[in-house]
């Protein structure tokens, strides 16, 4: 039973395109489901989720995500070009996958502290358990043989994702997950050896 769930783990891809099948509420509410049995800080469970069927709006919100990442990318002095097809592959992307789910972290059932290193520390134990959740969700998904994929976006332009969605301001995009099923299964990408990642305290 444990090797056939580390096989399971090891068969979860990162999935891109996805078929034009829609995803019905029993199914979204499944993946949503298992994101909500993560473990989470003090149980506090401070993630709030967003999810987005509406072509119009996630048309909405890829592109003011995608405004925001083409002025990031001016910036750093990426040519024109090579921005307008970047800006042009993420709208489509974005917008054209079934479900776009917007992880989120809220603090208002954490704890509170008057000095600022517990306050960064109690939000990080948040952020993780959304974190947590995210894989949660990433794995129901793949169980249920949908697709999706974790993207960081919102880290960049959390005011633009709060504007588009009217989202309260206890709330703090974490993340973009598409959702969908998958037109293909790509390759498993190369991970490092365990043993350039562990470090075993031999005591």
Not at 14 to 36: D, F, G
Not at 57 to 64: Q, S, Y
Not at 132 to 137: H, S
Not at 178 to 186: A, F, K
Request: net charge positive; glycine share 2%; charged share 20%.
């Amino acid at each position: 039973m444990g090797l056939d769930i580390i096989s399971f783990l090891k068969s979860r891809r990162s999935i891109r395109e996805y078929a034009s099948q829609a995803v019905s509420e029993k199914v979204l509410n499944a993946i949503l489901e298992a994101a909500m049995w993560a473990p989470s800080a003090h149980n506090a469970q401070p993630w709030r989720f967003v999810a987005i069927k509406n072509y119009h709006v996630k048309l909405k919100l890829a592109k003011a995500m995608a405004s925001s990442w083409k002025r990031d990318m001016t910036k750093n002095g990426v040519p024109e070009q090579e921005r307008e097809n970047l800006v042009k592959a993420s709208v489509e992307r974005f917008s054209n996958a079934p479900i776009i789910i917007v992880p989120c972290v809220t603090m208002v059932d954490m704890n509170h502290y008057p000095d600022k290193r517990r306050q960064r520390i109690e939000f990080l134990m948040a952020v993780q358990s959304v974190a947590a959740a995210i894989e949660n969700m990433l794995l129901g998904a793949q169980a249920l043989g949908l697709g999706a994929c974790w993207f960081c976006a919102p880290l960049f332009c959390p005011e633009v994702i709060r504007k588009v969605l009217n989202l309260p301001s206890n709330l703090e995009p974490q993340a973009l997950i598409t959702l969908g099923y998958p037109v293909n299964v790509p390759n498993a990408p190369p991970r490092k050896p365990l043993k350039e990642i562990v470090h075993v305290n031999d005591w």
